[in-house]
């Protein structure tokens, strides 16, 4: 009968850049490891100084730090009888035991693949990747540790967890040597549910609460770590903000906080609609927020007159006045209740740059920043039909509304009378669009043709072509918009964050793609 050895593998609670508290929590928890009978434990990649410190690693403070950081905890183990693994940069991969330290972050079918990598492999493979308290700038990490021996999977932890963890395993390979390697995982492909919508998942389910997790978990360690005491919303009864206030809600609970310390607040004006209005009401009522109205009509009558704008003059002026007037109410707010504000614009908006400047493209976390419209509507169906009761029913019932950001006055029976889709086109070509440009990295021809394909007997040539070409004069146009773009989590395979993920010019021409769009429309004159 082999020799069994005890293994493990920790999730430390961090927090960035802060090295003396890093080393902290590696000392205690490979302490409790060997108490309990491990010989080796693995910590995820740069667990001394957390793997999202960016610049910061090039500073010449944090790298003594951290070598000052691996001398103490080396000194502090001296007498302990585990192998600890913390820091690891680099080891030979000459073992039948193979650590795997990490910094991968969450997202849809993320665990399916490292399972399935592990799966395959011979040996004892043993997983750590970053926890939650690494930053959510810009991702959500989940803080995943496995092992495995020959293909099965021996223990796994909690993903998500607010608190440290470590995990055990009898194997029967001898830790007294290992080797390193660094996972590289395949990126992950939506199935799309049909070839006309990419961003959909296939399994809805499953992948809809993995993003709706990212989302709250990126929101709540931002309400942790600006040491808010209430969370601050503005709500319309329109898709995006109605998805925001659920996760929001979410964010809340999990924090153990009551709910009203999720401050909801409707602000209605000139083309603010009674159906919008009511439903944003009820929802918030039924998540138990503190529901506040302001209307704003008089604040921008009188800014109208302040800066000499014509009341009757519906231009951009009288639109984005009412933007701005509610985003200030919002930020003014949440600095009298000691919270931040919650940002609700979907990704599709930021491409599209359909916000105003320093209006709703403005927040403090935007949990939707990358959730394309399509995905909206699929997270707010998933929910409602989770949700069942009232709240299912008004949630279908914002699904029905059409989508409007209600700035211009209603129509005599009060009705939306600004309709975003009539407009701009409809967002499940834009969100195409989107998709293979950004995430297939597609030219226009390829793109087009895939559009014909996907929309045939939906749309013909000649309006493909027109919302294609609003949607790069806009892309290119509005990318100043994005370079100033507030921290949310990436919770599908594309984001915008000028932080990394998308970095682009803001004064960059889109005269390529415009000219070959004007080929296109001239061989389909032809």
Known sequence: MNEKHRIAAAIPKLKVADVPYNTAEIIRLTGEAAANGAELILFPE?????????????????????????????????????????????????????????????????????????????????????????????????GHAMIWENGKLLAESERFCRESQIIYADVSEDPAEFGIEFPDFPEVVFDAASPALPFIPADRKKDCAEIFNIQVTGLLRRLEASYSKKAV???????????????????????????????????????????????????????????????????????FEDIGHDPADLSV???????????????????????????????????????????????????????????????????????????????????????????????KDGNIAQETESLLGPYELHDFFLYHFIRSRETVRAIFSGAEKAFQGKYPACEILRVMEIFFKRFFSQQFKRSCSADGPQATEISLSPRGSWTMPSDAASTVWLNEIARLKAEQEN
């Open 233 to 303: 919303i503005g709500i319309s009864g329109g898709l995006d903000s109605t998805l925001a206030i659920l996760v929001a809600a979410e964010a809340v609970k999990r924090l153990g906080w009551t709910p009203d310390r999720l401050v909801a607040i409707t602000m209605p004006g000139f083309g603010t609609t009674n159906r919008t209005k009511s439903n944003s009401e009820k929802l918030s009522e039924l998540l138990g927020c503190d529901l506040r109205t302001v209307d704003i009509t008089k604040a921008c009558l009188q800014h």
């Open 46 to 142: 740069l667990a001394v100084t957390g793997a999202t410190c960016g610049d910061l690693f090039l500073m010449p403070e944090l790298q003594e730090a951290a070598k000052q950081a691996i001398e103490t905890i080396t000194k502090a183990l001296k007498e302990t009888p585990i192998t600890a693994v913390f820091n690891a940069a680099e080891c030979a991969k000459n073992s039948s035991l193979t650590l795997f330290p990490a910094a991968d972050p969450a997202g849809p079918g993320k665990v399916d693949i490292r399972k399935q990598y592990f799966s395959s492999r011979s040996g004892v493979s043993v997983f750590a990747s970053a926890g939650i308290y690494e930053s959510t700038t810009d991702e959500v990490y989940d």
């Open 317 to 411: 002026t009288y639109q984005n006045v009412q933007a701005r007037e509610r985003t200030q109410i919002l930020m003014d707010t949440a600095n009298r209740e000691g919270g931040i504000v919650v940002g609700t614009g979907d990704l599709s908006e930021i491409a599209l740059g359909w916000s105003t400047y320093n209006g709703d493209h403005m927040s403090m976390y935007n949990v939707n920043c990358s959730i394309p419209k399509t995905l909206v509507r699929v997270m707010t169906d998933w929910y409602a039909d989770n949700a069942g009761g009232e709240i299912g029913r008004i949630l279908k019932d914002v699904l029905a509304t059409p989508i409007s950001p209600e700035l211009l006055p209603a129509d």
